[in-house]
């Protein structure tokens, strides 16, 4: 299907999925003619002082970096995937943070939310951040540092939680500024959620469905449209499965999605007024979106794009670098096996190889190592946020079964684990709340049904979910 408002983008199916293509390159000159104008400086200005040049690809954008006499910039031209509200939303919820929060995020200097400029993409130019990704400088890090970064993480999601026009978040759930009209350079006024802003509804054939996408009253109405998603793609498969192997997983796909819209209503009441509470959320707080310097401080947090506000029992859970299985002893260097580490990067934050430097070590002590690591940091943002939020633990707890739930359609929706899936909804069906993620690890043994389920886990030892919002 032909859709004018998004040329420029094609879909390739990659055997995994839909996976967007580029069908015309932005032209570089046109990006550094942009920037000239939005930064003020002149045509005849010599190269020693101004220059555009790539950085890199995104999933859906490209970056340029920006010299100038004044400082650095960078350019993001995005694809069209969701037109006119991606890059206005990214925009309206990096000015809210910034103006609302200590949070270190990229001040906006100009934007594009429409394809009616030079470059013939929409397009964002903000302030270049100082720092390197934590990711390269993890391993050598001092574990003070580790937990100062994991403290201040719980420090920006406090700030967050009170970060809205109601003075404690918003109402609705949505991107925020999107679907606002096209204005292009600033966004003022009290900002409101709109329509999501997500790849989980504009990816592929998904942004045609004719389904509700935001702003959502409540989590019911958000769930739900996602379920339905579900079930309009995999009915869809199963009319064109070409073999008994797509049948039957269409199948399983479908059985599992219409018993979780079944149970939907259980959870999330169908009938919420006012609109529920909710709060920005960085659903992507990984450690490759926290800029650090040299002494392991945070410069900036980045990766703004495609976040919405979401109900508050989704922000209970501990940032995605917190997230991973639970170890409580420290795993023994010298019981794992010596490998050659040639050719591999130093691992410094001047590195950026995503090579790591493995220290002459099987990457399975890496593993282990950050899932100690994880399990003690865990701990850290938590007691942080019992000092912000004193009713914290209470938050995590009632949000837990929330969060598991979500979670559960996040791997319906992507076809993981659709047999565990299955076992869990219907231990939830009898009353028993196990938690999710030791369902998916071990499923349920038939001796367990019946018996009285243990208390739900903490989202804290959760492992991390597929991005749904």
């Known amino acids: 299907m032909r859709d004018a408002s998004r040329e420029g983008l094609a879909w390739d199916d990659n055997g995994l999925g839909p996976e967007p293509r580029w069908t015309r390159d ?44 004044r400082g650095q910039f960078m350019v993001r031209v995005s ?48 302030e270049k951040m100082r720092g390197t990704p934590a990711y390269y400088c993890w391993r050598k890090m001092p574990m003070a540092h580790k937990e100062r970064l994991a403290a201040q ?18 109402r609705g759930i949505g991107t925020l500024g999107a679907g606002s009209g096209a204005e292009k350079a600033t966004i003022s006024g009290n900002l409101e959620p709109g329509q999501i802003v997500s ?11 004719p389904i509700p996408r935001g702003p959502f009253r409540s989590s019911h109405d958000w ?12 009915t869809a498969a199963l009319a064109e499965a070409k073999s008994e192997d797509d049948r039957e997983y269409a199948e399983s ?10 149970t939907l209503h259980k959870i999330f009441p169908a009938i919420v007024n006012p609109s529920e509470r909710t709060v920005v959320w960085h659903d992507d707080l990984s450690l490759r979106n926290i800029l650090v310097d040299n002494h392991g401080e945070i410069t900036a947090v980045i990766g703004w794009e495609c976040l919405s506000t979401v109900p508050r029992w989704v922000a209970s859970q ?23 580490d040639k050719g591999r990067g130093a691992s410094g934050c001047g590195d950026l190889d995503d090579s790591l430097d493995n220290e002459g070590k099987t990457e399975l002590f890496w593993i282990h190592l950050m899932e100690y690591e994880q399990t003690r940091l865990r701990n850290v943002y938590a007691a942080r946020m019992r000092q912000l939020r004193p009713e914290w633990d209470m938050e995590v707890e009632e949000g837990a079964l929330k969060v598991d739930f979500l979670r559960a359609v996040s791997r319906c929706g992507s076809g993981f684990y659709l047999g ?21 690890r071990v499923g349920i043994k038939k001796e367990k049904v019946g018996r009285a389920a243990p208390k739900a886990a903490t989202s804290s030892a959760l492992a991390p979910a597929r991005r749904v919002s």
């Open 253 to 262: 796909s479908l059985c599992v999605a219409r018993k979780l819209l079944r």
């Open 79 to 126: 694809l069209p995937v969701d037109p006119g509200n991606k890059i206005r939303g990214e925009a309206a919820t990096l000015q809210l943070v910034r103006r609302r929060t200590d949070i270190p995020v990229p001040a906006v200097v100009a934007f594009d939310g429409t394809r009616a400029n030079e470059i013939g993409y929409e397009w964002l130019l903000m």
């Open 153 to 170: 993480a719980a420090e920006f999601q406090a700030q967050l939680f009170r970060c809205g026009n109601f003075g404690d978040g918003f």
């Open 199 to 209: 790849s989980f509804f504009f990816t592929g054939a998904r942004y045609h469905y």
């Open 26 to 69: 932005p032209d570089i000159r046109a990006v550094a003619r942009v920037c000239r104008r939005h930064l003020g400086i002149a045509d005849d200005t010599p190269e020693a002082e101004f220059g555009v040049f790539f950085h890199s690809d995104g999933n859906f954008n490209k970056l340029y970096s920006v010299r100038t006499a």
């Open 420 to 440: 565990r899936i299955e076992q869990w909804i219907d231990a939830i069906e009898r009353r028993e709340f196990l938690p999710l993620m030791e369902v998916l």
């Open 318 to 340: 501990v940032p995605e670098f917190l997230r991973g299985a639970s170890r409580e002893t420290e795993p023994d260097r010298d019981c794992y096996t010596d490998v050659s």
């Open 223 to 234: 769930l739900r449209a996602h379920l339905n998603v579900i079930i309009k793609e995999h």
